[in-house]
């Protein structure tokens, strides 16, 4: 098929915001004023009286990658190298609103294809120049922040260009991407075959099929749908020593499966150039519901059994009780004043016919073990905002006040101790007047995510507030035997307690991968390996 392509590209977002500039609205006066009555109020501005860093390489270096890409692909325009800088966590934009550019890339290249992915690694191993691969600048644990020593530059790789849906199978049911896609590009090109991919993180907006891939990344629906690297069943990837083609059936024995060496790396081992994807046909039907539990353990207990019992839906997620009396606008709704217990969010998609099924067999089940149905509200208020949380964040931000989030993941039989560890870690090094809110993300027969967010006084200096507060977690994740990471990625952030869950053979392992496919250590040095 010849290759479909988006009418436009989205927005850009803001170097010191996340999203649409214009969905960023601030607190209303109302809101403001609560959130007064609990945190410090102390207007933030962002200083735009920085200027970015003059670019580190050479006038005969740039015109090699203008021999490459084009003149008009070799931008060191200030804004953009601006807007490259460091991804979207709160501790990135802090730097960026405080006028912190030291991490700004010395140029931004664009390539337009495959072919010109590989020359201009090449040409950057030839040249010692960190190639750091940019989709959506999303990343939300310093998986853009490049350690240029013993390099002479840094250049972001930009892969905007290819935004392309290469080839459609619906026997087989596949779609083979470019990387630059963003999620609703993406979506947007197979409703127009009445498909869909189904993968909707928070960051779909502006997230792309690369970075999906590069960060093994798990979408809300993941229940039903399962997360990105399960959908991924064919990759291209291009390396500095050559091209890597793998997943040329959707299952064999022929050894260890290298797409799992790419799925997850980074950036570190490769830029990913083409992704063939699992796709399913569009629902015709979604519908999403609210049921009440008395306790984060009973909704827990619930969603185990709901998982070990092969009937899981599309959606499921359940708040905390300080999540859902913080996100209800009507906690009494649920329970009564003071006794608001824990909110489980249930989505189911499909066939009018399968959805009925499902959400028969569901209810049937979630009755049995004590849940409490509150109706379609609470679902469709989770569908309607879903993508909203890091505009919110970025409000209270303006304010003073500090919000964060950080996620884990462990067996069932864990979860209650990790939940404690963590949640007691974060308390305790944020003080009394922090909040600590949780919810259990995604789900799995033997295990869960559990999805903490933090919101707190900033302070005079909020990331010395949060650092010690992320590292202590981090450390409360390590000793009570969970993954540092499940959805979010290892960047730079998590780099540290990395090799404490892989063991040190593990990171033997991704050294020496490292060095076979990137021997001159040009992609994306300092982030995740050991």
Partial sequence: ????????????????????????????????????????????????????????????????????????????????????????????????????????????????????????????????????????????????????????????????????????????????????LRGPEAEALLAQHGLM?????????????????????????????????????ALRVATPVGDVRLGASPANASG????????????????????????????????????????????ADAIRALAQSDLLPTVIRLSDENETAINLADPESIGGEGNAGCLMIVGYEGTPAAVAAKKSAVTAALTDLGGAPQGSGPGEAWAHGRFNAPYLRDSLLDVGVLVETLETVTFWSNRENLY?????????????????????????????????????????????TWLPAKAAACEAIVAAGASITHHHAVGTDHKPYLAAEIGTVGASVLRAVKQAV???????PGVLIP
Avoid at 518 to 524: E, H, K, M, V
């Fill in 1 to 180: 098929m010849t290759t479909e392509r988006p009418a436009a590209l989205q927005p850009e977002m803001p170097a010191t915001r996340w999203g649409d500039p214009a969905h960023a609205t601030g607190l209303p006066e109302g809101v403001r004023d609560l959130v007064g009555l609990v945190f410090p109020i102390q207007d933030t501005p962002a200083r735009s009286d920085v200027a970015v860093p003059a670019s580190r390489l050479s006038a005969d270096q740039l015109d090699g990658l203008r021999a490459l890409v084009g003149e008009a692909n070799v931008v060191l325009d200030d804004g953009l190298r601006r807007q490259r800088t460091r991804g979207k966590s709160t501790p990135d934009l802090l730097r960026q609103r405080a006028g912190d550019l030291g991490d700004a890339p010395d140029v931004v290249v664009r390539p337009g294809g495959h072919d010109e992915v590989v020359a201009v690694l090449a040409y950057a191993a030839e040249q010692r120049i960190a190639v750091v691969p940019f989709g959506g600048g999303t990343a939300v644990t310093g998986g853009l922040v490049a350690d240029p020593a013993g390099l002479t530059g840094v250049l972001s790789l930009d892969l905007g260009r290819m935004r392309g849906l290469l080839a459609l199978d619906p026997v087989s049911s596949t779609a083979t991407f470019e990387p630059g």
């Fill in 197 to 233: 991919l189904g993968h909707f993180p928070q960051s779909f907006e502006y997230a792309t099929i690369g970075g999906f891939a590069a960060t093994r990344s798990s979408g809300q629906s993941s229940a039903g749908y399962g997360r990105f690297d399960a959908m991924v069943v």
């Fill in 256 to 299: 260890p499966d290298l797409r799992e060496l790419f799925l997850g790396s980074e950036g570190a081992f490769g830029v990913i150039t083409e992704v063939t994807v699992r796709v399913r046909p569009l629902p015709e039907v979604k519908e999403y519901e609210g049921w009440r539990w008395e306790s984060f353990a009973a909704g």
């Fill in 420 to 464: 404690t560890r963590v949640k007691s870690a974060l308390q305790e090094t944020l003080g009394e007047g922090a909040m600590v809110l949780c919810h259990i993300s995604h789900v799995y027969a033997t295990g869960c995510s559990l999805y903490f967010t933090v919101a707190a006084p900033g302070g005079a200096d909020p990331l010395a």
């Fill in 518 to 524: 990137d021997p001159a250590g040009i992609l994306n």
